[in-house]
Every structure is written in structure tokens, then in C-alpha cells.
């Protein structure tokens, strides 16, 4: 079976940083395109960024650009998102998620991604 479980989620002040991880099993995972997504209360999911199979393209929403970066580690099978200038709108569950891609520039939409995690929780407070 394919797993996604995403961890490094918490609570954090503005302006601080978080790392959140997603390992994964059961994947062939150097032939996925990989995506963070995320969640606020009464708002839609939205794609937060994401990177291609073997990382030389990445894609990050407006609202993150400068100061989130994805990455890979395909030997481990797990990829990571890097927050740093944390804000309160950041406040969100954050899911990972993995397609075949090529996702033809719709790196943002979910309909591109066949499996999820479970998402993990993070909190930035004013």
C-alpha cells in the first residue's frame, strides 16, 4: 500500500520556522511529482508548492514564494517543506501528495495527485 505521513508540525510564533516532512512507502518514489497542500478553516485546500521527479523544477504559491522551499530526498524516500517567516495566514493542516505527473503546469490541482497524507497541523500565532 502507498503511505504518505507528513510530520513537523507545531505551534509557532511569526516569523519563526518550521520543517515539515513526509515519508513515504510503497512508492516507486523517483517517479512521482510531489506537492504540499494546505487547509485553513473555512477556506478551500490550496497547493502550496511542489517539485518534479528529480527536483531540478519547483513550483511554490505567491502567498509562500521566498520563503518556503520544497525539496527531495529520494534516497529516503521523503521530502520535506521548509518554512521560514512564518506568518498567521500560514496557520493551516498541511497534507503531502504524490502523482505520476507530468502535471502540464497544474501543479496546484489536487485532481494531479493519487495519494495523501493525513495531514499535520501548523499553528502560527501573532
Known amino acids: 500500500a502507498q503511505v504518505l505521513v507528513e510530520s513537523g508540525g507545531d505551534l509557532v510564533q511569526a516569523g519563526g520556522s518550521l520543517t515539515l516532512s513526509c515519508t513515504t512507502s510503497?512508492?516507486?518514489?523517483?517517479?512521482?511529482?510531489l506537492g504540499w497542500f494546505r487547509q485553513a478553516p473555512g477556506k478551500e485546500r490550496e497547493g502550496v508548492s511542489s517539485?518534479?521527479?528529480?527536483?531540478?523544477?519547483?513550483y511554490y504559491a505567491d502567498s509562500v514564494k521566498g520563503r518556503f522551499t520544497i525539496s527531495r530526498d529520494n534516497a529516503k524516500m521523503t521530502f520535506y517543506l521548509r518554512m521560514d517567516s512564518l506568518k498567521p495566514e500560514d496557520t493551516a493542516m498541511y497534507y503531502c501528495?504524490?502523482?505520476?505527473?507530468?502535471?502540464?503546469?497544474?501543479?496546484?490541482?489536487?485532481?494531479?495527485?493519487?495519494?495523501w497524507g493525513q495531514g499535520t497541523q501548523v499553528t502560527v500565532s501573532s
Open positions: 517539485i518534479t521527479w528529480t527536483g531540478a523544477s519547483t
Open positions: 510503497g512508492l516507486n518514489f523517483e517517479h512521482y511529482v
Open positions: 501528495a504524490a502523482g505520476l505527473g507530468p502535471y502540464g503546469g497544474r501543479w496546484y490541482a489536487e485532481d494531479e495527485y493519487k495519494y
